[in-house]
């Protein structure tokens, strides 16, 4: 690539989504000495960012966060895609590939409330917004006695439900926080022990066309290996489990000194039935490691929990 070629980054057009695009587009600015402003950044909007009324499991799952991306990618009109990695669907569009991913932010989720400190310190009826099955499910785990309600918009949205006193709390990702600034908000970072994250939660994937073989050339410069087997691993457990998009999964890995040690949870909507696993390997076995998770908690999930396809 030169100075005076364009190159041209596809996102999502919220905050969150063009925060994310940026670092990528710094990242490879400063991997190949490149102005960043010959890094295009183009939005595209997604049937997800459309609709807003009710759930994205009710609409066709998370696919369409990236699906106009994904179209506007095959179609060549831009040449590559950034994505939040838990909206990546499990199984992409034929000719389309994930060929990086920067290094990851925390992964965990945050609460964030007015009235209390911690999840466990919310008086008993209070109302917490979420947009995910999986956060509404291990709430429901921990505090039966809470009133989930939806809760869709960007972040910024989300926090100002929070502080006008509309909800007494929200259930956000950490990572989110932290890229727009405001992970002041939080009150509390959720225990991965006990709140799980989703599958790619704090990470970022770079998408390109599979022939693109100069677009793959730049992105690679910009790839985390430990990042890039962490979702190797979690995206193998999603795969293996074929869950239906209104099904609460949760699937964590962590690479430390060759070793991958994955959490992966499969619950019922209602917060009961809960089933998990955890597996420890060597990196180069981390999509075996992850499939044999999927694998263990699909035999093991009760029944009605897995249904459908991802």
Known sequence: MTQSSKFRIGTRGSPLALAQAKIVRARLAAAHGLDPEALEIIVVRTTGDRILDR???????????????????????????????????????????LAAFPPRADARDAFVSTRAGTLGSLPAGASVGTSSVRREALTRRLRPDLQVKLLRGNVHTRLDKVASGALDAAILA????????????????LDPATFP?????????????????????????????????????????????????STPIAGHASVARGLVRFHGLVIAPDGTGAVETTREGPQADAVRLGTDAGRELRARAPKGVLSGSE
């Not at 998370?62 to 499990?90: N, Y």
């Not at 950490?174 to 970072?189: F, I, M, P």
């Not at 990042?227 to 074929?242: G, M, S, Y």
């Open 55 to 97: 759930p994205l499991a009710d609409a066709g799952g998370k696919g369409l966060f990236t699906k106009e991306i994904e179209e506007a990618l095959a179609a060549g009109t831009i040449d590559l895609a950034v994505h939040s990695a838990k909206d990546v669907p499990t199984f992409l569009p034929r000719g389309l590939v």
């Open 174 to 189: 950490l990572a989110g926080l932290e890229r727009l600034g405001v992970a002041s908000r939080a009150t509390e970072v």
């Open 197 to 245: 994250p989703a599958v790619g939660q704090g990470a970022i994937a770079v998408e390109i066309r599979a022939d693109d073989q100069r677009t793959a050339a730049l992105v690679a410069a910009i790839d985390d290996p430990a990042t890039a087997t962490a979702l190797a691993t979690e995206r193998a457990f999603l795969a293996a489990l074929d869950g239906s998009c």
